[in-house]
T-cell receptor
């Protein structure tokens, strides 16, 4: 059974640019959630999508957005990048929300220069 | 929101039992406690989840006292490969509580020969 796949694994952007990250969940999983991980703030919840609808949202500015497609694949977008957006962005999938186990991908490491 | 507190780091030797405690004084009635393990440059991996008393699986045990204000992850006979960061996560697993998910700061466990 294939795991959660995140692309790209590494990317470098400059301030003001935008970035799109992709997440392919485990087959059959309808919930995809996104997290930002930084040394200073730790793991923070960004948002969760379930059946193409954003169901939950963390406390991040509107520059952070996402969407989910009919095949459950999800993308997140960060516009007008700031230096502080440098982080490891993780996505996790589950069959239905947080019940039980979240399956995380290996993450996309974003560096903003 | 249930804030969690964990020790920043712990050291152990191969073959020893390791107990990592997480404090979550404001845990809500519907919240479960989940522990994840994370290796460098990888996403977190589910270890164990519980609501009260004791839960055991093939890799760990989770002890939760009656007041549920803390929990202890117990790793029996650790090996070098258990060197990782361990996160305590408190949240409502009923599928709609993502925005209330609170990750602990993580405990960096170093296992030496």
């Amino acid at each position: 059974k294939a795991g959660v796949t995140q692309t790209p694994r590494y990317l470098i952007k400059t301030r003001g640019q935008q970035v799109t990250l992709s997440c392919s969940p485990i087959s059959g999983h309808r919930s995809v959630s996104w997290y930002q991980q930084t040394p200073g703030q730790g793991l923070q919840f960004l948002f969760e999508y379930f059946s193409e609808t954003q169901r939950n949202k963390g406390n991040f500015p509107g520059r952070f957005s996402g969407r989910q497609f009919s095949n459950s694949r999800s993308e997140m977008n960060v516009s007008t990048l700031e230096l502080g957006d440098s982080a490891l962005y993780l996505c996790a999938s589950s069959f239905q929300g947080f019940a039980g186990e979240l399956f995380f991908g290996e993450g996309s490491r974003l560096t903003v220069l | 929101l249930a804030k969690t507190t964990q020790p920043i780091s712990m050291d152990s030797y191969e073959g020893q039992e390791v107990n990592i405690t997480c404090s979550h004084n404001n845990i809500a009635t519907n919240d479960y406690i989940t522990w994840y393990q994370q290796f460098p440059s990888q996403g977190p991996r589910f270890i164990i989840q519980g609501y009260k008393t004791k839960v055991t699986n093939e890799v760990a045990s989770l002890f939760i006292p009656a007041d549920r204000k803390s929990s202890t992850l117990s790793l029996p006979r650790v090996s070098l490969s258990d060197t990782a960061v361990y996160y305590c996560l408190v949240g409502d697993p009923l599928g709609t509580g993502f925005q209330k998910l609170v990750f602990g700061t993580g405990t960096r466990l170093l296992v030496s020969p």
